[in-house]
């Protein structure tokens, strides 16, 4: 079954902690996003890889840090930096980046602070 | 500075009616363009995308519109079904830029 697969599904966050959120595609494509999404809002970009051992920061990526040590695997942590986390996270990824490419997204994870 | 935006934040239709949703992009150098929809607590799910050399595309139900000139796109939706309500996305770019998301208008479809 191929596919984007975010976990968890909820995750809760105390204050000052970090916490990551997985991503990993089983699509073999190149490129990897993560969006922000409040409620009511539209995406918000985090940050996104254009390709392993790269990333580039988005509209928003203070808070938050990420690792592209594989191809699969986008990992976003959410760092006690980012003082109002309790949003929608939403990863995506497309066959290369930019251009005339469909991005397509995984099932979110929705994280809540305690 | 560039945006994607909508111009009705929520529309209501009656079950069996076509749906009209609109978008207005203000970067005249993007060509690339693309509707998502959203069900509640879901990932966006691609509808259907058009390419600047295009003023329209056809898929199952829906069509996109691309006016360039006034730099408007729209979604239209044939027979709009229950299965239709959700948020819908436009999106876009241009070059080797990842996509830029408008703010979503919510589709209700009234039984």
């Known amino acids: 079954d191929g596919g984007i697969t975010q976990s968890p599904k909820y995750l809760f966050r105390k204050e000052g902690q970090n916490v990551t959120l997985s991503c990993e595609q089983n699509?073999?494509?190149?490129?990897m996003y993560w969006y922000r999404q409040d409620p009511g809002q539209g995406l918000r970009l985090i940050y996104y890889s254009q390709i392993v051992n790269d990333f580039q920061k988005g509209d928003i990526a203070e808070g938050y840090s990420v690792s592209r040590e594989k191809k699969e695997s986008f990992p976003l942590t959410v760092t006690s930096a980012q003082k109002n986390p309790t949003a929608f996270y939403l990863c995506a990824s497309s066959i290369s980046s930019g251009g005339s490419v469909i991005q397509y997204f995984g099932a979110g994870t929705r994280l809540s602070v305690l | 500075g560039e945006s994607v935006g909508l111009h009705l934040p929520t529309l209501s239709v009656q079950e069996g009616d076509n749906s009209i949703i609109n978008c207005a992009y203000s970067?005249?150098?993007?060509?690339?363009f693309i509707w998502y929809k959203q069900e509640s607590g879901k990932g966006p799910q691609f509808i259907i995308d058009i390419r600047s050399n295009m003023d329209k595309r056809q898929g199952q139900r829906v069509t996109v519109l691309l006016n360039k000139t006034v730099k408007h796109l729209s979604l239209q939706i044939a027979a709009t079904q229950p299965g239709d309500s959700a948020v819908y996305f436009c999106?876009?770019?241009?070059?080797?830029?990842?996509?830029?998301f408008g703010k979503g208008t919510r589709l209700s479809v009234i039984a």
């Open positions: 699509l073999n494509h190149d490129a």
């Open positions: 970067n005249s150098a993007s060509d690339y």
């Open positions: 999106a876009e770019n241009s070059g080797n830029t990842p996509l830029v």
